[in-house]
């Protein structure tokens, strides 16, 4: 059984930073990849950002990109998303992912994955 705690949301202008951390336990932290998503009110999740095991690729959403920088640390079991130039379209509950067996290319499609109970993050302009 894997855990996922979310921290770091809050109320942001636009403009301005916020990192989100995720901290998971149990399952094996350090050989899968892993992510973030998002929903804003009324809207499905959406993809933001992934990171390979080895944390060596990443892969963002266009709407993010150049923007957010994720990161992780296998010894602490801790992935980061970093969040700069923040919009008020970035308003929404962000989710850590666990993803089993999947790659950055992929994520997000397993049933089996593991979720976060999500971060709220609200941009205000």
């Known amino acids: 059984q894997v855990q996922l705690v979310e921290s770091g949301g809050g109320l942001m202008q636009a403009g301005g930073s916020l990192r989100l951390s995720c901290v998971a336990s149990g399952g094996s932290f350090s050989s899968t990849a892993m992510g973030w998503f998002r929903q804003a009110p009324g809207k499905e999740r959406e993809f933001v950002a992934a990171i390979s095991w080895s944390g060596t690729s990443t892969r963002y959403a266009d709407s993010v990109k150049g923007r957010f920088t994720i990161s992780r640390d296998n010894a602490k079991n801790t992935v980061w998303l970093q969040m700069d130039s923040l919009k008020p379209e970035d308003t929404a509950v962000y989710y850590c992912?666990?993803?089993?067996?999947?790659?950055?290319?992929?994520?997000?499609?397993?049933?089996?994955?593991?979720w976060g109970k999500g971060t709220l993050v609200t941009v205000s302009s």
């Open positions: 992912v666990y993803a089993i067996g999947e790659t950055i290319w992929t994520i997000g499609r397993n049933t089996m994955n593991y």
